[in-house]
């Protein structure tokens, strides 16, 4: 099992920047990959970007690549999103999740096994 509690949400202005955090807690976090998901009103969950165990390989959603950085402290249990250059379509619950099934990083949501409760980001314009 796996416990996964973001935080970091909030109300940002286009332009702004916000970060996201997400401990995790219950299985050795460096065994197995992490994720970061969103998902906007009325729309489906969508992919936001992927780190593996180590921290080494990292992907991203085309829609913020250059603009958001995930990454890893596995001393702390944490993974974190940093998201720059925000824009009013980045507005979405956001959430992280723990892949402990399958080594390589995966895409889809279906790839990941446990989920956080999600935290609100909205971006005024």
């Known amino acids: 099992q796996v416990q996964l509690v973001e935080s970091g949400g909030g109300l940002v202005q286009a332009g702004g920047s916000l970060r996201l955090s997400c401990v995790a807690s219950g299985r050795t976090f460096s065994s197995y990959a992490m994720g970061w998901f969103r998902q906007a009103l009325g729309k489906e969950r969508e992919f936001v970007a992927g780190?593996?165990?180590?921290?080494?390989?990292?992907l991203y959603a085309d829609s913020v690549k250059g603009r958001f950085t995930i990454s890893r402290n596995n001393a702390k249990n944490t993974v974190y999103l940093q998201m720059n250059s925000l824009k009013p379509e980045d507005t979405a619950i956001y959430y992280c999740a723990a892949q402990t099934l399958r080594v390589v990083v995966g895409r889809l949501a279906n790839d990941y096994d446990y989920w956080g409760q999600g935290t609100q980001i909205t971006v005024s314009s």
């Open positions: 780190i593996s165990r180590s921290g080494v390989t990292s």
